[in-house]
């Protein structure tokens, strides 16, 4: 059976398998090579998934969800129709419709998964992934970093050279940035650093703002300022749709025509956007945040130890290299052309692909590929100090300092504050602050039975693991009694108990299923709504109730119901013919 690479993106998502000893791409079930992470459900309750979602959402904004990834690992949840969905659940059911697209394609069941996520994805953004996959029905044999999936689609086609590498990862939602060396076959990442919430969607809305302040200027009409807060939404979901498309065709022109007709009606007239916009515009509005691109590539730089001129070659992965300001930032920086042979939309899912041979052994590591890769944060509890005789607390104290080579377990000695101190509540943290609460919180551990005695006798050992698949564990042991409290962290937010999983597996079965019977109906129900039309008297009336009754059933999940009006509507359209 085998093992899918997902490229589970923040607004397109891509499936790829081992084909003999290459990754290739799995189309998913409309023929496309990416996917939209986009998520919908209609008005009869069918759920839509990828592009037809994502071109349909201005119509119906309250039942699509974009961007689900930039919630993953929190407590928020989205609101669908009427339905409150998880960011797991949601991310599960994009994942679901992946996996039936391999499953269709490949033509067998696939059950288990390699997962790609940003690098800089905290625990608990990894986590809520690893749930999501859950849900969806799919094991989740290794959760993979985005840059490092592309390293690998990179070094399996250039095994022969040694080499330093930098993958530069702009996406739609995150910018990931890894120093990766390749050599005899073996995929080393030195160093990565990034920002989660960075990627092409912030251009998008950054254009979007500039389209509805131009109009007010030109028009004196605030297009986010009058008609119902649904018609507000839609606009809103239509001007970005279309910045979206302006910003790719800036790609490749200079200049470009913004045209969105009948926006609105204002003043009881229709009302169209009639705008333009050069690529030099375009650029001043993105440029502060390509810059920050290039901190997090120094950061990287400086983490691996490496000079500019010691990279040999610069790989742009990610929709958003596709923008000339970012190529020639980079380009620049580096004094070189980027490499831009490998797809910057498909390399993550390919390498994630090449991982999972590697898991199921279709790839034999001995005589091909191996990967090696880090923790991009640093990982530390919380600690007090002593200064000048006052105990201050609020101390950071790094454990696994960032980039260190995963798997990774590190221990730390530590000792009581107070006197007769019988328990010690750990606090653990990621980040680079000296300050504990300028970094990110993530779990404590609770050690109690401390044994009484003067403040400073009693040593308590804290040991932080962190897997392979970016997750970490904290042990903490009373060196005098052997005493061990120890937890997989749990994130304050953003972890599903095993009670959430089971619930949100049977709401998307749920939904799965009625919009499956939905569909095997639906061709009746056009039908029926069409004819609806031009039908009349008592036939008209007839039809009409049993439109109501078989959508009904359809609201209830009730299949022998929507069977029986499914086939008295079938007789009563033979009729009216
Ligand atoms: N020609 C283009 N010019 C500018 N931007 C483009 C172009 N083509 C695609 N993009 C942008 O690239 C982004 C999608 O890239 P990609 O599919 O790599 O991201 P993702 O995997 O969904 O996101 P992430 O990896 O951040 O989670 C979108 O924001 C899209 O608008
Ligand atoms: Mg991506």
Redesign the pocket.
């Known amino acids: 059976m085998a093992i899918i690479g997902i490229?589970?993106?923040?607004?397109?998502?891509?499936i790829a398998y081992l084909k003999g000893e290459k990754p290739e791409i799995i189309p998913n079930i409309e023929g496309g090579r990416?996917t939209?992470?986009v998520f919908q459900m209609s008005p009869n309750n069918e759920m839509v998934i990828g592009q037809n979602a994502k071109s349909s959402m201005p119509g119906f904004p309250d039942r699509t969800i974009t961007e689900v990834?930039r919630l993953m690992g929190s407590d928020e949840t989205v609101m669908v129709a009427g339905q409150e969905y998880r960011p797991e659940t949601v991310s599960a059911h994009i994942l679901k419709y992946l996996k039936e697209s391999a499953e269709e394609y490949l033509g067998e069941a696939i059950t288990e998964a390699v997962i790609?996520v940003?690098a800089y994805f905290s625990d608990s953004q990894r986590k809520a992934t690893q749930k999501a996959g859950e849900i969806a029905g799919l094991k989740v044999e290794r959760i993979i970093n985005?840059p490092t999936a592309a390293a690998i689609a990179y070094g399996l086609e250039n095994m022969d050279k040694n080499q330093h590498i930098l993958v530069y990862?702009?996406?739609?939602?995150?910018?990931?940035v890894s120093v990766v060396e390749i050599f005899e076959g073996v995929v080393e990442v030195k160093a990565s650093a990034g920002d989660n919430s960075l990627?092409?969607?912030d251009?998008?809305n950054t254009l979007a703002d500039w389209i509805i302040q131009n109009f007010k200027q030109q028009e004196g009409i605030d297009l986010l300022d009058f008609g119902s807060a649904v018609e507000i939404n839609q606009r809103r979901a239509k001007i970005k749709l279309e910045a979206?498309n302006i910003?790719?065709?800036?790609?490749?022109q200079t200049n470009v025509n913004i045209n969105i007709p009948f926006i609105a009606v204002y003043d009881n007239a229709p009302i169209s956007v009639n705008l333009n916009i050069t690529r030099d515009e375009f650029e001043d509005l993105i440029r502060k945040m390509a810059m920050k691109t290039l901190t997090e590539v120094d950061k990287a730089l400086e983490d691996s130890n490496l000079n500019i001129d010691e990279i040999n070659e610069v790989l742009l992965?990610?929709?958003?290299?596709?923008?000339p300001l970012?190529q020639k930032l980079v380009e620049e920086k580096f004094g070189k052309k980027a490499k831009k042979d490998i797809n910057?939309?498909e390399a993550?899912a390919l390498g994630a692909a090449v991982q999972a041979g590697i898991k199921s052994g279709q790839i034999d590591t001995t005589k091909g590929i191996m990967v090696i890769d880090v923790c991009p944060y640093t990982l530390g509890t919380e600690v007090v100090k002593n200064i000048g005789g006052q105990i201050v607390p609020g101390f950071f104290d790094p454990i696994i300092p960032r980039n260190s080579t995963i798997p990774v377990s590190e221990k730390k000695i530590y000792y009581t504050a107070d006197d007769n101190q019988t328990s010690v509540d750990i606090n653990v943290f990621q980040g680079d602050s000296q300050y504990a609460d300028q970094n990110i919180f993530l779990s404590n551990v609770m050690l109690e039975g401390i044994p009484s005695a003067p403040m400073g006798q009693e040593p308590i050992e804290v040991k932080f693991s962190y897997d392979i698949n970016g997750t970490l564990q904290v042990e903490a042991t009373i060196v005098s009694t052997g005493k061990r409290a120890s937890s997989v962290v749990k994130t304050k937010a953003g972890t599903m108990s095993e009670q959430e999983v089971k619930l949100a597996k049977s709401q998307v079965e749920k939904d799965y299923q009625q919009s499956e019977l939905y569909k095997e109906v639906k061709s009746v129900i056009t039908r029926g709504e069409r004819m609806l039309k031009s039908a009349e008297g008592l036939e008209k009336e007839k039809l009409a109730s049993l439109l109501q009754n078989i959508k009904f059933a359809l609201e209830k999940n009730d299949r022998e119901l929507v069977r029986k009006y499914e086939e008295e509507l079938t007789d009563l359209l033979i009729e009216l013919v």
């Open positions: 490229d589970l993106g923040t607004t397109n998502s891509a990416t939209p992470s990834k790609t940003p985005e990862d702009l996406g739609g939602g995150t910018f990931d990627g092409g969607v251009f998008d979206e910003k790719k065709n800036l790609s490749s992965v990610g929709g958003s290299t596709r923008i970012i910057p939309d993550v």
